[in-house]
T-cell receptor, first 112, second 115 residues
Framework: GEDVEQSLFLSVREGDSSVINCTYT??????LYWYKQEPGAGLQLLTY?????DMKQDQRLTVLLNKKDKHLSLRIADTQTGDSAIYFC????????????FGSGTRLQVQP | DVKVTQSSRYLVKRTGEKVFLECVQD?????MFWYRQDPGLGLRLIYFSYDVKMKEKGDIPEGYSVSREKKERFSLILESASTNQTSMYLC??????????????FGQGTRLTVV
């Protein structure tokens, strides 16, 4: 199967760290992505990780991949009000259909 | 600056109408995709195309068709619109798969309401 699951909502205070979690079922996933959608906008790629990596860091963003448990997380350090958005986890396999499969999205609310 | 442009931001159509959603990309990408986005369901793949005149069904193709006559344009067609097709529709494009990461670029979305 190709299910990708996320919790629907997360609320944090400005300056705290946010951790958004995602689980996937397809063990042939090659790339795992995090996209951000601000209100009224399309999706913007934040970061991605290749399945043979455990961790990737990019400024305030840290992606952790536990391939054994098929668990992916996105940590945002020093969360700002501008980080309020919907965050989507997505996967792509390297065989067969080369199209992104998305999770349901996690709405991050950052309170001042 | 890369761009995926969807022809309308908002559309209101009547039940039974034939509806065309247009998407154009200026990056010479081979791959193009149509998704619909619904609250709590995320993005679901309707159709996609790897090349001109080529199309593949996604996860929810029923009630939809597509057309790709030119590389830069990918149209989504609702043959007879129904109220359960009220949704946000997102178009995306990406380069051909090359064994390394290929980012997908998304349009702004078309919010379609069928009344």
């Amino acid at each position: 199967g190709e299910d990708v699951e996320q919790s629907l909502f997360l609320s944090v205070r400005e300056g705290d760290s946010s951790v958004i979690n995602c689980t996937y079922t397809d063990s042939s996933s090659t790339y795992l992505y995090w996209y951000k959608q601000e209100p009224g906008a399309g999706l913007q790629l934040l970061t991605y990780i290749f399945s043979n990596m455990d961790m990737k860091q990019d400024q305030r963003l840290t992606v952790l991949l536990n391939k054994k448990d098929k668990h992916l997380s996105l940590r945002i350090a020093d969360t700002q009000t501008g980080d309020s958005a919907i965050y989507f986890c997505a996967e792509m396999r390297d065989t067969g259909r080369r199209a992104l499969t998305f999770g349901s999205g996690t709405r991050l609310q950052v309170q001042p | 600056d890369v761009k995926v442009t969807q022809s309308s931001r908002y559309l209101v159509k009547r039940t039974g109408e034939k509806v065309f959603l247009e998407c154009v990309q200026d990056m010479d990408h081979e791959n193009m995709f149509w998704y619909r986005q619904d609250p709590g369901l995320g993005l679901r793949l309707i159709y996609f195309s790897y090349d001109v005149k080529m199309k593949e069904k996604g996860d929810i193709p029923e009630g939809y068709s597509v057309s790709r006559e030119k590389k830069e344009r990918f149209s989504l067609i609702l043959e007879s619109a129904s109220t359960n097709q009220t949704s946000m529709y997102l178009c995306a494009s990406s380069p051909a798969w090359s064994g390394t990461n290929t980012e997908a670029f998304f349009g702004q979305g078309t919010r379609l309401t069928v009344v």
